[in-house]
């Protein structure tokens, strides 16, 4: 595809319930972001993968959020025993090259509720 | 540290101009600046680099002071396609990479 894609776009969860979100980059990108976006307020940035390697995960805010990118392409977020502050919209990101100083293109986001 | 954005909001009549600024407590290697529509993903503006960059297209236009760690979106003669979130996102030299919390632009016609 052309642009940076996400899946699902809305994930309702149960309190408890574990989830998995996709993300497919920009077909040779080599870095790939993921930041939480809470309502009204900028994204936070939560890992950073350079090809296969995750080279910051520094923003992950537990040990329930786990990232990977085995391939060095599609990367899938997990969150496990998801609770009501992990209420957000995730936004994925990758940019050509390595590093955060590259122009970085954002995925549509999915939208988590958890009840 | 998070970046600091001002103002937080502000409302325009079509044509007028705005500035949104951008300021960090860190030493900044680069300042990239997104345009977030409601319930849609952020869309890149620009970015510049440490050096004193200033950039434009169109009639958006960006600087960046690296000594006042401070960066500036300026908008001139704005449209209403203009409307939504700023967001301007920080770089420092250690390689951290944060966002400020928005600056909301109405444009009304």
């Known amino acids: 595809g052309a642009g940076v894609s996400q899946s699902p776009r809305y994930k309702v969860a149960k309190r408890g319930q574990d989830v998995a979100l996709r993300c497919d980059p920009i077909?040779?990108?080599?870095?790939l972001f993921w930041y939480q976006q809470a309502l009204g307020q900028g994204p936070e940035f939560l890992t950073y993968?350079?090809?296969?390697?995750?080279?910051?995960k520094s923003g992950l805010p537990s040990d329930r959020f786990f990232a990977e990118r085995p391939e060095g392409s599609v990367s899938t977020l997990k969150i496990q025993r998801t609770q009501q502050e992990d209420s957000a919209v995730y936004l994925c990101?990758?940019?050509?090259?390595?590093?955060?100083?590259?122009?970085?293109?954002f995925g549509p986001g999915t939208r988590l509720l958890v009840l | 540290q998070q970046p600091v954005q001002s103002p937080q909001a502000v409302i325009l009549r079509e044509g007028e101009d705005a500035v949104i600024n951008c300021s960090s407590s860190?030493?900044?290697?680069?300042v990239h600046w997104y345009r977030q529509k409601h319930g849609e993903a952020p869309v890149f503006l620009m970015i510049?680099?440490?050096?004193?960059e200033q950039k434009g297209h169109d009639k958006i236009s960006a600087s960046f002071n690296e000594k006042k760690q401070q960066s500036s979106l300026y908008l001139t003669a704005s449209q209403l396609s203009y409307s939504g979130t700023y967001f301007c996102?920080?770089?420092?030299?250690?390689?951290?990479?944060?966002f400020g919390d928005g600056t909301t632009l109405t444009v009304k016609p």
């Open positions: 860190k030493a900044l290697y680069s």
């Open positions: 077909s040779g990108h080599v870095s």
């Open positions: 996102g920080t770089v420092t030299n250690a390689g951290k990479s944060t």
């Open positions: 993968f350079q090809n296969e390697a995750q080279l910051d």
């Open positions: 990101a990758s940019s050509v090259v390595g590093g955060y100083q590259e122009t970085q293109y």
């Open positions: 510049l680099l440490k050096g004193g």
